[in-house]
């Protein structure tokens, strides 16, 4: 079983930052990757970004790709998605995810763990 803690959300301006942490622990025999998703109120939960558990390999939604950057530290079993330039489009709750394959990252069925969220909120 893998548990995680995300953390880093809050408030902030349109055009500021955040970096968002993932924190996991337990097993991770069967992790292959992670990803982070996000909902805002009355949406379906959109897929962000993925990374593969060594790091090699890292895969984003278009609304973020060249603004949003993923990342792992292994040492530290924690994910990171560093977060510039935010817009108000930005703003929901971000949760992080484990999942046993790293091939179809935007269907969140193929997610096992799942943190609890951290709420960005980005005013405009």
């Known amino acids: 079983q893998v548990q995680l803690v995300e953390s880093g959300g809050g408030l902030v301006q349109a055009g500021g930052s955040l970096r968002l942490s993932c924190a996991a622990s337990?097993?991770?025999?069967?992790?292959?990757?992670m990803g982070w998703f996000r909902q805002a109120p009355g949406k379906e939960r959109e897929f962000v970004a993925t990374i593969s558990w060594s790091g090699g390999n890292t895969y984003y939604t278009d609304s973020v790709k060249g603004r949003f950057t993923i990342s792992r530290d292994n040492a530290k079993n924690t994910m990171y998605l560093q977060m510039p330039s935010l817009k108000h489009e930005d703003t929901a709750v971000y949760y992080c995810?484990?999942?046993?394959?790293?091939?179809?990252?935007?269907?969140?069925?193929?997610?096992?763990?799942w943190g609890q969220g951290t709420q960005v909120t980005v005013s405009s």
């Open positions: 337990g097993r991770f025999s069967n992790v292959n990757a």
């Open positions: 995810a484990t999942s046993p394959t790293y091939g179809t990252p935007w269907i969140p069925s193929m997610y096992t763990y």
